[in-house]
């Protein structure tokens, strides 16, 4: 376990626009772990994030990668610290699948320098591994959102960091390219930090997870250890009950609508 | 977990999408469209000089070596002072509002956006028509246009502040900005020009509004190249960050970029080059608009290219617009920015309309 490439956040505090959304998370990813952060909408998870690629400011506490402290760095390189495959990307410009790969090199890049051979190789290695160096010359906008999402994760391939951040990488794809798309993020082999609405996609893919309610972390630990249907109920709102999935053997959620006329507290002595 | 097997290995390393021989086509093929247009420039006009004499002339000036008693002194000043003057400053007025267009679409984020979006036309109009309208005249015969320039930069200052609320830059309400900052100003012309009642005033609106090189003259080319090499080089040393801002805001700060502090560079960088633009030559439409997506159609959305290609391109279309506008109705002169009017909007119409074909698929 290399220490140089774990994240680690320390009392993260985050508001937007003056109101604080993230209340003080303490959060580890051990090198080459992928830790998922679960939540329901509006918990913090996205905004937690965000100050992570470092798109929001943090109102108190730090992030590290590797001991170093991510907001005393030049954005630039940070950039070469924390790869990020936001949540939108536009494409109301015409960019080609290569030329959003590329943009991965950017923070390797000072004004006016060309790209150089390596940058290419870079590149074109990235877009080969996610398995879409066929679509490199095809319009970003025209590609489907499977193959899209591919190409977004080879741009933060190219970008060489030990972390990657992925904030519901599995939005709008079907359930094979779901599970295609984290397939290809645990083999790359890099530290891990994905917001995720399936619990157990989450359960299936990362080795810990962060539970997050209203900006603060309620549960954090091994998936078996976290989703417990009495956490899942009390989070959630919903009704639990989990089995082990055939084969894996991680746990697997079957969830259910809480029936309105049961008291909630009756159905969570599981 | 079960890593995925690789995709297939590609067949090579490929150095860009866009195959760099057409942006090298593309570059040789403006630069002839620049040279052939500045050559026609100063051959046509309504007086007929023959083409060796203009050939002539031209050599007299710069080297000395020819014999300047055998030319009239009017066909040494309509080609010397007239023509070629102009010729040039069509050349720089098209080649910065099309790379002004190009910036202001990264900077809003609107592939359909122009640098008067901003609010800065009217706000050079209001400059200048409050000068002679007033009579205040500080600075002799340069003092339209610096009360112009002042103008349009207090516009984009206005815009500036009223988008800045809340620390950012969002392109949606910078472009609300500009438009409330439009109509403010164009209210305000209006308002002027009637007080004015004079015909003098209401050609000088029309010309600020419509854009005209007929004032151009050696001494007004230093400026606008000065401030053209500027941006350009500013613009081409940022041109991978602005590749990421038109990916969005949480992209590019992924990428190492503060799309804040970025725009906040391009809104500077902008005012000022479109400023002077609009101060010499008034505010010549649709080139900011047109141009930089014919240089999008050519050589993709890259800065690094786009940036360049938009300049030769808007050079050279400004340069061929001219002609037309001093030729076509012989020997009435149009104003240059009715003719790119004329041309522009059937052809921004036909933009939208191949953009909304291929969003759709078809």
């Keep these: 376990m290399n220490v140089l490439t774990s994240l680690t956040l320390h009392d993260v505090h985050v508001a937007v626009a003056g109101t604080p959304i993230v209340n003080g998370v303490d959060l580890t990813a051990p090198s080459g772990t992928c830790v998922g952060v679960v939540g329901p909408n509006g918990s913090g998870k996205s905004t937690l994030l965000r100050a992570v690629y470092r798109h929001l400011p943090l109102s108190r506490g730090t992030i590290t990668v590797g001991g170093e402290d991510l907001w005393r760095l030049t954005p630039r390189r940070a950039a070469r610290l924390v790869a990020a495959l936001p949540q939108e990307t536009r494409s109301d410009f015409d960019v080609t699948a290569w030329e959003m790969a590329a943009m991965g090199r950017t923070p390797h890049k000072r004004p006016f320098a060309a790209d150089t051979a390596e940058d290419n190789a870079v590149v074109a290695g990235a877009l080969a591994h996610t398995g879409v160096a066929h679509l490199a010359d095809r319009r970003y906008g025209t590609l489907s959102g499977g193959e899209k999402q591919r190409v977004l994760l080879a741009r933060a391939l190219a970008q060489q960091a030990p972390v990657l951040v992925l904030d519901e990488p599995t939005n709008h794809l079907d359930v094979r390219h779901q599970f295609e798309l984290l397939d290809l993020v645990a083999s790359t082999g890099t530290t891990v930090v994905a917001a995720l609405h399936d619990l157990n996609l989450a359960a299936a893919y990362c080795d810990r997870l962060y539970v997050l309610a209203a900006g603060r972390v309620v549960a954090h630990g091994a998936p078996y250890d976290i989703l417990t249907p009495r956490l899942v109920g009390e989070v959630f709102g919903v009704d639990a009950h989990v089995i082990p999935t055939p084969v894996t053997g991680t746990p697997h959620l079957i969830l259910r609508a809480r029936d309105r006329a049961d008291s909630p507290t009756a159905r969570l002595s599981d | ?362």
């Design chain 2, 1 to 362: 977990m079960n890593p995925r097997p690789a995709g297939p290995p590609p067949k090579k390393t490929r150095p860009r999408a866009r195959d760099g021989r057409i942006t090298s086509a593309a570059y040789i093929a403006l630069v002839g469209v620049l040279i052939a247009g500045l050559a026609a420039s100063v051959l046509l006009g309504t007086v007929d000089i023959p083409a060796g004499t203009v050939f002539r002339i031209i050599v007299q000036h710069l080297t000395g070596q020819e014999d300047p008693t055998e030319w009239s002194a009017s066909q040494d000043t309509v080609v010397w002072n007239l023509r070629l003057p102009r010729a040039l400053l069509a050349a720089l007025v098209g080649a910065g509002l099309a790379v002004s267009g190009a910036a202001t679409q990264a900077l809003v984020r609107n592939p359909l956006a122009d640098p008067y979006v901003l609010g800065l036309t009217y706000g050079a109009a209001v400059g200048a028509v409050a000068v002679i309208v007033t009579g205040v005249s500080p600075l002799g015969g340069a003092s339209t246009g610096m009360a112009a320039f002042a103008g349009a930069l207090a516009a984009f200052a206005v815009v500036y502040a009223l988008a800045r609320a809340g620390g950012t830059l969002a392109p949606l309400r910078l472009i609300l900005a500009g438009m409330a900052v439009t109509y403010a100003l164009s209210g305000l012309t209006s308002f002027l020009v009637l007080q004015a009642d004079d015909p003098g005033t209401t050609h000088s609106v029309l010309f600020w509004l419509f854009g005209s090189l007929a004032e151009a003259n050696w001494a007004a080319l230093g400026l606008p190249a000065f401030v053209l090499a500027l941006t350009m080089l500013a613009l081409l040393a940022q041109a991978r960050p602005l590749n990421t801002l038109l990916l969005g805001d949480e992209t590019a700060a992924a990428l190492g970029i503060s799309a804040t502090r970025l725009r906040r560079h391009l809104f500077l960088l902008i005012a000022l080059l479109t400023g002077v633009m609009v101060a010499l030559a008034g505010g010549v439409g649709f080139i900011g608009l047109i141009i930089p997506h014919a240089a999008r159609l050519l050589v993709g959305s890259d800065h690094r290219r786009l940036l360049p290609v938009a300049a030769l391109a808007g050079a050279g279309f400004l340069v061929l617009v001219d002609i037309a506008a001093r030729t076509a109705l012989h020997p009435q002169e149009l104003p240059v920015g009715i003719v790119t009017s004329v041309i522009g909007a059937p052809l921004f119409l036909w933009l939208v309309h191949s953009r909304a074909r291929d969003t759709t698929g078809l």
